[in-house]
């Protein structure tokens, strides 16, 4: 999969991994798994309950180090960094569920998320001189909220918010930190359809904004409608990478998913022993 | 320990009327704090140093709980500040005020490099891991008897100047005295202390204190940001620690042990740590009850037992602290006044 050196730019990843593995104790989470998320991309990464992605993405966003193999970022090695260094670089993350800000309001949750655009030093802080700055946090705060058309609701206190909504500002958290690579953790996960379509649409519009978007997913139908590249993981390690429709129509990928081709729940069972 | 919600809300200015009614209670506060020492006997007065310096004490310690972490180490570094101080003005000739800054400065550096290996923690372990190191730096008081004093500590340490120009003579000996200048530069520190809360950076704190993954995940150096608050805490106690040192003239590691550390919990509990007031309001209200009521009983002797009371009532009934009784005072007037007038349009 790796491109020899002298490639042209335009195809160059942004974001690989190269024989990442990662365990823990006995356990062998991700096990040489490589794959390459193209710059200006949605890319899927999808697989079977416990196949890897979550300890994927939190390897890939220096949450965990990698037990051995690499994470390279346009090109430099970014594996074992701290996870606010890569947000500096442009790698942002979300989490699953409603992780935010519970206590604060939806605007100061945005405003959060602006702690690298709004840059001042202690005295300033100290001496309110840093009003300019702020005030631009604020502004860019509320853009990111109308952008999830969220900024009628900037003053309520984020528990008020329903899940659909509480998705959304995880994004809008996330985007506002201005990110080059957007690392989506289950994004429609707990959303009706109609939230879903909302929320692929706008993962649309992020994309087109310039942002590289790579997402793990359980919904099928969203990724494969929303998805350029798809990659499969199985046991910790790649199965199959490619764009939608060969990904659904790979044997390997049917079987991973409903056990064997030739049998039904029983012949699940014999796979799994086998 | 659980706190209600409280972002704060940016650097919002309020509406012209309602800043004139702050000031107005500032003015009004400022007086009462200006009279309170004359209306005090000799006695009451040192206490009332006391108090002063143990306010900044147990706001600073807030200050550190904002990023969600509890030490036990507090006491020990306002210790620190108190020693480096005292050692500075006995052994060096450096003038008092300045002695007592280098100290805050000493107690800060101690917590720079202590960070390093009680930030690897968090929740319960990193309160016993600030216990363990506060229990080590009060082992090297004890045990270097060449700077420190040994378990006798330091004696007769140099008094804050006096003041003489002629026509104005201040002696800092006079707790009224002592008590002003302790006011001045408390308030000083608590008015620092409330900018940074009101700042981004104490915006900062609290979303670590509430997420710290997610800060992280946006760029917040989580182990910077813990550090700067532990840093900044521990600054404010040193100046704390060299009031004390100066004032009371003799410094020893008893005085800094894991008992008086508990006092500071107590208030700050007691208090509430959810706003800026709570942990103040803590501290006077305890002191007030244990030089007034408690000495005037004769009880003084009980007075952890009473403390452990208080403590565990608070917890009990009033798990907010005492700074949550205003506002539930205020609903219950609101609903006692409200409760008549809706009775009657019933009955109508």
């Not at chain 1, 990662?22 to 040489?32: E, I, K, S, T, Y």
């Not at chain 1, 099928?220 to 199965?239: E, H, K, P, Y």
């Not at chain 2, 009850?289 to 408690?294: A, F, S, Y």
Request: glycine fraction near 12%; hydrophobic fraction near 50%; aromatic fraction near 10%.
């Amino acid at each position: 999969m790796n491109a020899p050196g002298g490639q042209p730019i335009p195809d160059a990843p942004i974001l690989e991994a190269r024989g990442l593995t990662r365990r823990f104790g006995g356990l062998v989470a991700v096990d040489d798994f490589s794959f390459a998320v193209r710059e200006g991309a949605i890319h899927g990464l999808i697989g079977p309950n416990g196949a890897g992605k979550t300890t994927t993405f939190n390897v890939i966003s220096g949450f965990y180090a990698p037990t051995s193999g690499q994470v390279l970022y346009r090109g430099r090695d970014i594996s074992g960094r701290k996870t606010s260094a890569l947000a500096e670089m442009g790698l942002v993350r979300t989490f699953q569920g409603s992780t935010l800000f519970q206590e604060f309001s939806v605007l100061d949750n945005v405003r959060v998320g602006r702690h690298l655009g709004a840059r001042a030093g202690f005295l300033s802080r100290l001496l309110g001189t840093d009003r300019g700055s702020e005030a631009q946090a604020d502004a860019s705060a509320r853009e990111a909220l109308a952008f999830f058309g969220l900024e009628e609701l900037a003053d309520e206190p984020v528990s008020n918010l329903p899940h659909g909504h509480q998705r959304m500002l995880g994004m809008a958290v996330a985007l506002a930190a201005e990110p080059e690579v957007l690392l989506l953790d289950e994004p429609f996960t707990g959303m009706n359809p109609e939230e879903t379509r909302r929320m692929m649409a706008l993962v649309r519009r992020i994309r087109d904004g310039g942002v590289t978007v790579m997402l793990v997913e359980h919904d099928m139908q969203a990724v494969m409608n929303l998805c350029d590249i798809i990659t499969v993981m199985n046991f910790g390690a790649l199965l199959v990478e490619g764009a939608p429709d060969e990904v659904r129509n790979d044997p390997a990928v049917i079987e991973a998913y409903l056990g064997s081709a030739t049998g039904n729940g029983a012949g699940n069972g014999a796979g799994d022993a086998a | 320990m659980p706190e209600p919600a409280v972002a704060p809300s940016g650097s919002r200015a309020g509406s012209p009327a309602g800043r004139i009614v702050w000031r107005l209670r500032f003015a009004l506060l400022f007086a009462v704090l200006a009279v309170l020492p004359y209306l005090l006997s000799y006695s009451q007065q040192e206490i009332a140093v006391l108090l002063v310096i143990n306010v900044l004490l147990v706001s600073s310690y807030r200050l550190l709980t904002l990023t969600g972490e509890w030490s036990l180490g507090h006491v020990v570094i306002m210790g620190v500040g108190a020693y480096a101080s005292a050692l500075l003005a006995k052994r060096l000739g450096v003038p008092v005020p300045f002695s007592m800054l280098i100290g805050g400065c000493m107690a800060a550096a101690t917590a720079a490099i202590l960070s390093f290996p009680l930030f690897r923690m968090k929740g319960f372990y990193f309160l016993i891991g600030s216990f363990a190191a506060g229990e080590i730096i009060r082992l090297i008081w004890k045990r270097f008897t060449d700077p420190f004093g040994g378990p006798k500590g330091l004696k007769r340490i140099d008094a804050f100047p006096n003041i003489d120009t002629g026509f104005l003579s201040i002696d800092f000996y006079e707790p009224v005295n002592y008590y002003f200048l302790a006011l001045i530069i408390v308030s000083i520190s608590l008015f620092i202390l409330y900018r940074i809360e009101r700042s981004r950076i104490g915006l900062t704190f609290h979303a670590i204190h509430w997420q710290d993954r997610l800060a992280e995940s946006i760029g917040v150096d989580t182990f910077r940001y813990r550090t700067l608050a532990f840093v900044i805490a521990s600054f404010f106690a040193g100046i704390a620690g060299g009031l004390y040192a100066h004032y009371v003239g003799t410094v020893n590691p008893t005085r800094f042990g894991v008992d008086q550390m508990v006092y500071v919990l107590v208030w700050a509990i007691v208090g509430g740590t959810a706003t800026f007031h709570g942990p103040i309001l803590g501290v006077i209200v305890l002191t007030v009850i244990n030089e007034i009521v408690l000495r005037g009983l004769g009880l003084d002797t009980a007075r952890p037992l009473i403390y452990g009371a208080i403590l565990i009532l608070s917890v009990l009934y009033l798990p907010d602290g005492l700074e949550s009784l205003g506002p539930k005072l205020r609903a219950w007037l609101q609903r006692r006044r409200r409760g008549p007038a809706t009775a009657g349009g019933e009955a109508a």
